[in-house]
């Protein structure tokens, strides 16, 4: 399993389909699981709907990416790198400036979130500099 793993990353366009599919997950998850049960994680409708355009952002333009990115792919990866960074520091802020209505349910699912995006961009950084 681990040498199908390293074969796969071996190609660093892929990088950009995991980076599609984790997207359209946290798209899923925040616009139709958290969202229908904003008042059991504490934040807000609108909020949650904010993040989860955001996240289909990301996913389309991943996958865009990973279709049509030829030559210059670590450039389309510095910026989808960059914009989940940007992610996770909104991610942080907005746990922060809700800490009083936010439950721990809310908090786990996006310390969550945050680990797992930090260790995918910790991944694309990693690629980049191949």
Do not use: H
């Amino acid at each position: 399993m681990k040498k199908s793993v390293q074969q796969f990353l071996a190609k660093p366009k892929n990088i950009f389909l995991i980076d599609a599919v984790g997207a359209l997950l946290t798209f899923i998850l925040l616009f139709l699981v958290l969202r229908t049960f904003n008042t059991f994680f504490g934040l807000s409708k609108t909020t949650l709907e904010y993040l989860s355009l955001l996240a289909l952002l990301f996913s389309i333009y991943s996958l865009t990416c990973f279709f049509l990115a030829k030559n210059n792919w670590k450039l389309y990866l510095k910026i989808i790198c960059t914009a989940n960074i940007l992610y996770c520091i909104l991610t942080f802020g907005i746990l922060l400036s809700n800490y009083k209505s936010i439950s721990i349910f809310g908090i786990i699912y996006f310390l969550g979130e945050i680990v797992v995006i930090a260790g995918l961009v910790f991944l694309e950084i990693k690629t980049i500099r191949k």
